[in-house]
């Protein structure tokens, strides 16, 4: 477990739910990678979105091969959450 730094959140893997039955673990460092790619999101709540979306549609979960790409369309899907402007002053914030 490690905080996040942009919020309170504790960060966890997440578990994604395969065709074959078995589960996809999205550790800790991708999720990282996906916050800084997708400032402009809120990527913990959007994965969790995602995972339910694979839940509650058994017979269109994605493979092992395809799980990734499953995950980065969604993300890249995603309304933003925050503004350019918003963006801007966080990266300001972080690099003064």
């Not at 990282?32 to 790619?37: A, M, P, T």
């Not at 091969?65 to 914030?93: E, F, Y």
Request: net charge positive; hydrophobic share 30%.
């Amino acid at each position: 477990m490690i905080k996040d730094m942009q919020s309170t959140k504790v960060l966890m893997p997440i578990h994604f739910p395969l065709k074959d039955g078995t589960e996809y673990e999205l550790g800790i460092e991708k999720i990282k990678q996906y916050q800084e790619l997708y400032d402009d999101i809120d990527v913990i709540k959007e994965l969790h979105k995602c995972k339910m979306w694979d839940i509650d549609n058994p017979s269109r979960r994605k493979t092992k091969r395809g799980i990734m790409r499953h995950i980065n369309m969604w993300l890249s899907n995603a309304k933003p959450t925050k503004t350019k402007q918003q963006v801007t002053d966080d990266w300001r914030k972080e690099y003064e």
